[in-house]
Every structure is written in C-alpha cells, then in structure tokens.
C-alpha cells in the first residue's frame, strides 16, 4: 500500500491538453476563477454558468429524466467524486441500488452506513429538480473517513483503492442486512442478530452467501490453473474479482494487457510449486482463465509500479489504446461477451504522489467530463487523448486509468475459440 503527500489537485485536467484547451477556451477560464473562489456567489455562478452552458449544448437531446451534476471536492477528494460519477452512470448498479434502498428503507432506523450515505447520494442527483448544478457529497465523504482511515487524510489517494474499499464495503452491508433479516422471525423484534452473520442450518449445511447487487453487477470468476510438468497433473482454483488489475506496456491495448493477464507462466527456480502427486517442489505452469464474465468489466491499469532501484512508485505514462467495445471469451459456458465502454476514471499528474482525477462517462450516447463540479459535453473522439504517451516524457499527463464496460449480453459461439484465448 502506497502513500501519498498532500498537494492541491490540479484544477487543469481538461486544459491541460492542446485540443481541449483550443475547444474549451471560455470554460476552463471560467473554471479557474471559480477555483480560487469561495463565497457562495461564485458557486452560485458555477451552477448558473456550467449548468446553463451543458443545458444549451444538449439543447433539446437532454435526456428525459437524466441529472448531470457536478461534485463538490472537499480538498483531495477528486479520487472520491470520479469513482462516484463513474458508479452513478452504471444504470444497471444505480437502479438497483436505489430501488433496494426504496425497499429496505426503515423511517424508524436512522443508522447511518455507506450505502445509506451512497443512495442518499444518488437520491439527491437522481430526484433534483433542476437538471444539472453541484452537489456537495459531504455525508458519503465524513462517511468514508471515518470508516477507513487510509482516507482520512488530505493527501492524494488511489481512485482504484477506494473503489475496491466501496464495492467490498457494500457487499459487507447487504450480506449483514440480508443474514439480519433471515434470521429474525417476523415475530421478534428487528434487533440486529449479535454475533456474527454466518450460522450453519440445521442439516449442517452452510449458508450460501447472498448474491447482492454488487456481485450481481460485478463479480465475475477466473480459474487459476497449474498444471505440475513432473506429472503433468492441473489444480485447478476458481476466484471472484470485482475488477481485473492488468499490467501494461509500452504502446499496446487493452486487448493485448488481457491476453498478457491470461498467458501462461512458468515457475520454476525459486518460485516452484508444490504438487500434491509428485509430494515435493516442482516446476510448473500457471495460467488464468476468466470462466465468468462479469456483467460489468471494471479493468484497472496498473499504472503506479514499485521501481526498486528507485526505491518508490513511478507513474507509467505508456500509451494503451481501450476500445469502445470489447469482446471477452468466457471458459465455463463456451460464450462470447461483448462490452460497450461507459465509464473512464483518469489520473491526471506526472507522478503517484500527487495529481488529479476526473472521469469521462459515456450517458444517452453523448460522452460527458466531470471534473469534480464541473461538468462537460465531449466527443467521443476526445477519449484518444487519454490513452497515454508513446514517449516518456510528454505533456499530456491525463492518463486512463479504471475502465468501466458494460456488457451487451452474451452470445453463443457456433465454434468454441481455444479456451485459452480473451479475444
Ligand atoms: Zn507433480
């Protein structure tokens, strides 16, 4: 886990590459006089400004019932709000979490949680009246804090830490919620059960865990295969992820980074296998294999490497083109997924240490920039520029970092592909 010093996140995402600056001019001066701003006048000014100036640029192609609205950053808390944006644009995940939060809603029970303080949230953007303006997340941030001290501080934090933090949190929440309610007879009173969700039925049979609308979303298998080269026996070992961390390299694609993910590794030397046949250390050969494809593919960059002769984290600024549609072969059913890109969660800065987040989302067909209050129409086209730098040192630092797609519902296959291969 990495740490980061404090600095002001750069207010200059979107000017800080060459064409956006041309093609948003009066927007982004604005923008910095409203940074340095304080009273409520200016923000006043913001929501008028930025608010009227999106509602034009949609004219009368603004969605029926959809809310642009920026968020408030409450010092460092751009990790927070793009990770936000992106999650409140997943309409499958919105919905479902607001009409849980309908549902289970108890006027009575005022406990506060993070998917309270999350719903609430939504709730907020989702009802305004208005169609778009700033909303201050100021209850979900406290909420953050005071749950998990890794972001209590006002330093730089990881956007892709958080989300992991959010998705696990959520999940802990429902299951509670879920057990509570099972083992409460509608007799009793609705006290929360005191030690401990999990109690094996009757039979002796445990429970299944609940499927909550995060996996339902989310959650996705890989098997990790072994196979011993003594006797060629494979162990085989399934595990859920909500997101897949991939390597990357220099000018490549999301394409290949998920091929890379899946290839094949040999371990040997000091990094051999014990095989439970041949009763000892062997080489072997390991693999991952994505057997369920997840309904939304969040894929994180692994931009932020540990140099160890540099003895800290350096950002790696390398170009890895992410298309707008993916295709993803899944092993347990023999189908091919494809994924439309919705969501884009950038890092803007040169470094780990410090820096900015923003997030593109793709809503209605139209692609919007959020940068904290502030919010855009872009083209599609302006995606390029967030790929990254065939060279090192380059000026654009607006980097893709977590990307979001969702999938289009899966096909079957006439002819199975080598079950190996991510296509
Ligand atoms: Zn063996």
């Known amino acids: 886990l990495h740490k980061f010093p404090v600095r002001a996140p750069s207010r200059s995402a979107l ?7 041309s093609r948003s001019g009066l927007g982004s001066g604005f923008r910095y006089l409203t ?23 949609l004219g009368d192609q603004f969605p029926e019932g959809e809310r642009y609205f920026g968020l408030e950053n409450f010092g460092n808390t751009c990790y927070c709000n793009s990770v936000l944006q992106a999650l409140y644009f997943c309409t499958p995940f919105r919905e479902q979490l607001l009409e849980y939060y309908m549902n289970n809603k108890n006027p009575g029970d005022a406990e506060e949680n993070l998917l309270t303080c999350l719903a609430d949230l939504f709730m907020q953007v989702s009802q305004s009246k208005k169609k778009t303006g700033v909303i201050a997340p100021k209850r979900f941030v406290q909420r953050v804090k005071k749950q998990n001290e890794l972001f209590r501080s006002y330093m730089h934090q990881d956007a892709h830490e958080f989300l992991n933090f959010l998705l696990n949190e959520l999940v802990d929440i429902l299951e509670k919620e879920s057990s509570a309610a099972k083992d409460s007879p509608q007799s009793s009173s609705p006290e929360k059960v005191p030690n401990g969700p999990v ?12 499927v909550t609308l995060v996996h339902k979303n989310f959650q996705g298998i890989l098997t990790n295969e072994t196979k011993c080269l003594r006797c060629e026996t494979v162990t085989a070992r399934d595990e859920t992820f909500f997101d897949l961390s991939v390597d990357i390299e220099q000018n490549s694609s999301i394409t290949s980074c998920l091929k890379n993910f899946s290839s094949t590794e040999t ?7 014990f095989c439970d046949k041949c009763c000892s250390l062997q080489e072997a050969q390991k693999r991952m294999k994505i057997k369920k494809a997840p309904h939304i593919l969040v894929i994180h960059l692994k931009r932020f490497k540990y140099i160890e002769q540099l003895g800290r984290y350096k950002k790696l600024s390398y170009r890895v083109v992410f298309p707008m549609e993916l295709k993803i ?25 410090h820096g900015h987040y923003v997030s593109l989302v793709k809503s209605h067909n139209h692609w919007l920039f959020f940068d904290d209050e502030n919010v855009e129409m872009v083209e599609e086209s302006t995606l390029q520029t967030f790929f990254g730098s065939s060279h090192e040192y380059s000026g654009n630092t607006d980097h893709g970092y977590i990307l979001f797609y969702e999938g289009l519902g899966a ?5 199975s592909p080598p079950p190996w291969e991510i296509v």
């Open 15 to 21: 000017a800080s590459s060459a064409a956006e600056r």
């Open 35 to 57: 940074g340095a701003a304080t009273g409520w006048w200016d923000r006043w000014m913001v929501m008028g400004a930025s608010g009227s100036k999106l509602e034009k640029a």
């Open 199 to 210: 109690q094996p039925l009757a039979n002796g049979v445990k429970k299944e865990p609940p």
């Open 267 to 273: 371990l040997n030397a000091e990094d051999k296998f």
């Open 329 to 353: 072969s899944s092993t347990s059913d023999d189908v091919d997924t494809e994924y439309s890109l919705f969501a884009v969660v950038v890092h803007v800065g040169s470094g780990p240490n």
């Open 411 to 415: 096909k079957s296959l006439a002819i």
